[in-house]
């Protein structure tokens, strides 16, 4: 099993609004990434969690919070956004480097966030 | 700065038709590159991975090809068809710790047309 899901796959909210991103994976990989994806722009990194702990934070507005609560999960919480957070948000995972070939990153489906 | 820098920005082929796409990178410490295909809308798919001891690679009609001292690979696509329309996406890793760090092109956007 390959996959990384994430749900919803659409998100419509508010300013005001407070929601979550979810990601799972099943490959046994202890690398997770967010990443947020403007249209025709490549994926941006916001945050990487490495052994259930949070090991990069690319500068990303506290407004965004990550949330790792076990190997397989990655959540995104979301409150108080703007409108130009609009964007597809991306999950991803690897096994934690140990090598060139071992890191290649599985990307989930994404979550098309729109904030009104 | 660790840059990729891809080219063309797009691409219109006539299906069956081949076409080859660029990327050049300055990234440091390299670990290794890969291209990933993206469907709009969609998460970015792994098409192959090269090292730095790797010329070329292929996964069933695309082929990669990497020139480590000159910091350049492309990716051919060979008979293209109609699915084949997506953005190409040139990555490029560097070790960092225990998770890697990706440095995305720009993209190349292939639309193959009847």
């Known amino acids: 099993d390959t996959e990384v899901t994430q749900t919803p796959k659409h998100l419509v909210m508010g300013m005001t609004n407070k929601k979550s991103l979810k990601c799972e994976q099943h490959m046994g990989h202890r690398a997770m990434y967010w990443y947020k994806q403007k249209a025709k722009k490549p994926p941006e990194l916001m945050f990487v969690y490495s052994y259930e702990k949070l090991s990069i934070n690319e500068s990303v507005p506290s407004r965004f919070s990550p949330e790792c609560p076990n190997s397989s999960l990655l959540n995104l919480h979301l409150h108080a956004l703007q409108p130009e957070d609009s964007a597809l948000y991306l999950c991803?995972?690897?096994?934690?480097?140990?090598?060139?070939?071992?890191?290649?990153?599985?990307f989930g489906p994404g979550t098309r966030l729109t904030v009104l | 700065k660790n840059q990729v820098e891809q080219s063309p920005q797009s691409l219109i082929i006539l299906e069956g038709k081949n076409c080859t796409l660029q990327c050049n990178y300055t990234v440091s410490p390299f670990s290794n590159l890969r291209w990933y295909k993206q469907d709009t809308g969609r998460g970015p798919v792994s098409l192959t991975i090269m090292t730095f001891s790797e010329n070329t690679k292929s996964n069933g009609r695309y082929t990669a090809t990497l020139d480590a001292d000159t910091k350049q690979s492309s990716l051919h696509i060979t008979a293209s068809q109609l699915s084949d329309s997506a953005s190409y996406i040139c990555?490029?890793?560097?070790?960092?710790?225990?998770?890697?760090?990706?440095?995305f092109g720009t993209g190349t956007r292939l639309q193959v047309t009847l």
């Open positions: 990555v490029v890793s560097e070790a960092t710790g225990t998770a890697s760090k990706l440095t």
């Open positions: 991803a995972s690897s096994q934690p480097w140990a090598g060139a070939r071992t890191d290649t990153q599985y």
